[in-house]
């Protein structure tokens, strides 16, 4: 076990390195930051000093050692469109992506595992089809277009919730958080929904499909013929042996619902993560691109490990061939 | 002539047939394409030729709402553009990024597929390892990143003139790893045969060997996954516009146009967003279809 976690953690060292490496070479070749503090006039004296004490007269490597060395201590500079230090700029506005991408994960499994049953035992029925219909659409229609007819339904016409913000909020230490107020809960509705509404259809397909793999095996039958409850058969025996793959599916769609929050924020004007990147982007803002960078490879590597550890517990069989899995991914 | 008539009376063309879905998922994309390919002739209005638009003319609604005008079908826009036409551009701009931006990701996966499958060894390890790494992130994600560098790296001028290269390479970088894992896995099966073997005895370089050898024989697969990406290809390119990163409001595909008609959503004109939202998901549900039908018709057991 411990040998399998050290391994995965050494696997992406190197991972991480190169990240640090593009956004390191971001910051030195693009741009001249030294020509945009020292303004318009200067002399050759005043620029060379400049440059030696900024460092940039070091090696490259050393130049890239301190940035690494620096991005550990969470110093990454200033935003240039903000001038306000990356670091605080990011961590003010974590809470809102985070929110917004757990409510949305809990949503999707809340509805999705329970329709993914249905659809699964009732394979033919009336309301199982539809079921399937739409969530053939569901996967067909982008983020973005999904938030869009959202707001022209429930914001414009209707004018039963808010379409952009986050409502009132409530500080609790650093963490601001939208989920202790009526007005915050109602603001999180919509892009909940908008940002849930794709991982929701794949829950369901996925728990479909293996429901309908495992009530063809024989410990069903057995189960059947021990004259069990429906209820019994389908809760307790069947559902219990298709969570190892959604577990994992959802593990890694959590990465897919932090990239896709770029797309909900914006459309919601949503002050996260992602539309700060979008933002800055949009003018260029190397400092906050080439943070968001590092911290978005971080938790992607992060997360990739979890579901690996969490893979390895739940399935027993996975520890004898485990060579398999280390070597496969 | 014969290869058609043995086209039509084949498997492919009978399962086609009896599927009511591929047959109608064709028509829309055939619609599409006659639409994008044909818009400078059949559009009604040119949407890019500013001396023909009037303020007067902005933000009308549908021929058939209260204060409609049969002369504009479906709306305009805020400046007074004919959206029919705009949509017809829009697609016309949408396909032609997706596609090639396809283009270049197959043309990056079947290189690094081949040289992966065919060398094996250490230049196996390190190219499929940076395919893995990359796959863990989502495209979208990938796309918008490489865009927002190339954005940073390049004179403001030159990327303004670069644009279109700039999102078919951001898109199409996101998508190469899937093709050079399928294509390397077949490369696998075929460096076995005889018939490379044989013309390894005859002494051909390996680069003979892997293009007009291997290559012909590993292709299928590979075309059936580019379908399937198509569609999510031009998915990526409406994000990108749709989050501002894509192409210039003169030069609008659909994902502009919905981010335009956004902007219009809360004063009541719905029509700027929903006719170029529906033409979207229309398109890219009919391409995607298609795709799954043409994977099951192919190969039956590459499910």
Redesign the interface.
């Known amino acids: 076990m411990f040998a399998f976690i050290l391994a995965r953690i050494l696997q992406a060292v190197p991972?991480l390195l190169t990240v640090a490496a593009?956004a390191f070479a971001?910051f030195a070749?693009?741009?001249d930051p030294v020509a945009q503090m020292l303004g318009q006039d200067f002399t050759v004296e005043q620029r060379t000093a400049m440059i030696h004490a900024l460092g940039l007269d070091q090696p490259i490597w050393v130049q890239y050692g301190r940035f690494i060395w620096a991005a550990v201590h969470g110093e990454f500079g200033l935003s240039f469109r903000l001038a306000k230090p990356v670091g605080t700029l990011i961590l003010e506005r974590m809470p809102a992506t985070m929110e917004l991408a757990f409510c949305a994960a809990l949503l999707a499994l809340v509805v999705g595992v329970p329709m993914g049953v249905y659809t699964g035992i009732k394979r033919n029925g009336g309301l199982a089809r539809l079921f399937m219909i739409l969530s053939?659409?569901g996967?067909?229609?982008?983020?973005?277009?999904i938030g869009?007819?959202l707001?022209?339904v429930f914001a414009?016409l209707l004018g039963w919730l808010p379409?952009f913000g986050r409502g009132t909020l409530v500080t609790i230490g650093t963490w601001s958080t939208g989920l202790l107020t009526i007005s915050g809960l109602k603001a999180l509705v919509l892009p909940a929904i908008t940002l849930g509404l794709f991982q929701m259809t794949l829950i369901m397909r996925l728990v479909r499909a293996e429901m309908l793999e495992v009530l063809r095996s024989d410990y069903i039958k057995f189960a059947r013929a021990r004259g069990l409850s429906e209820r019994a058969i389908n809760f307790g025996h069947a559902l219990k042996n298709t969570l190892v793959p959604v577990i994992t599916v959802v593990g890694?769609q959590l990465?897919?619902l932090l990239?896709?929050s770029?797309?909900t924020e914006?459309?919601f004007q949503w002050p996260g993560m992602g539309l700060l990147?979008?933002q800055?982007?949009?003018v260029?803002d190397?400092p906050v691109?080439s943070t968001y960078?590092l911290l978005?490879s971080v938790m992607?590597v992060t997360i990739?490990l979890i579901v690996d550890l969490l893979y390895y517990a739940v399935d027993p069989r996975l520890r004898i061939n485990r060579r398999s899995l280390t070597g496969g991914? | 002539m014969q290869a058609l008539a043995r086209f039509f009376d084949g498997d492919v063309f009978y399962s086609f047939r009896r599927s009511p879905v591929a047959v109608i998922s064709a028509m829309v994309v055939a619609i599409c394409i006659v639409a994008a390919v044909l818009a400078p002739l059949i559009s009604p209005y040119d949407p890019f030729d500013l001396a023909s638009l009037s303020l007067m003319d902005s933000l009308r609604p549908p021929a058939w709402a209260g204060e409609g005008d049969r002369a504009h079908l479906i709306g305009t826009d805020d400046q007074g553009r004919d959206l029919l036409s705009a949509i017809m551009y829009g697609t016309r701009i949408s396909m032609v990024i997706g596609a090639f931006a396809i283009a270049f990701a197959l043309s990056v996966g079947i290189t690094v597929g081949l040289i992966a499958g065919y060398m094996g060894g250490a230049v196996d390890a390190v190219l499929m390892r940076i395919a893995d790494v990359q796959l863990t992130f989502p495209s979208i994600l990938i796309a918008l990143l490489v865009d927002g560098i190339l954005r940073a790296a390049l004179p403001r001028e030159f990327h303004e003139r670069m644009e279109f290269y700039v999102l078919v390479f951001a898109i199409g970088i996101a998508r190469w790893p899937q093709f050079a894992r399928t294509v390397r896995g077949s490369t696998l099966v075929e460096r076995g045969r005889e018939y490379v073997m044989a013309a390894q005895v005859i002494g051909l370089s390996p680069r003979r060997i892997m293009t007009s050898h291997i290559l012909p024989n590993v292709l299928g697969p590979v075309l059936v996954i580019a379908t399937l990406n198509l569609g999510l290809a031009i998915l990526d390119e409406a994000t990108l516009s749709f989050l501002g990163v894509g192409l210039a409001p003169t030069q609008p595909s659909l994902g502009t146009l919905i981010r335009i008609g956004n902007n219009f959503l809360f004063s009541g004109e719905w029509w700027v967003t929903i006719f170029p939202g529906i033409t979207l998901a229309a398109m890219v549900l009919a391409i995607n279809l298609l795709g799954d039908w043409l994977r099951d018709a192919l190969n039956p057991r590459l499910r």
């Open positions: 991972v593009i971001l070749y693009v741009g053939l659409i996967v067909s229609l982008p983020t973005f277009l869009i007819l707001i022209l414009v379409s890694l990465g897919g990239a896709f770029i797309v914006t459309v990147l979008v800055s982007i949009a260029a190397i691109m960078l978005i992607f990739n991914r």
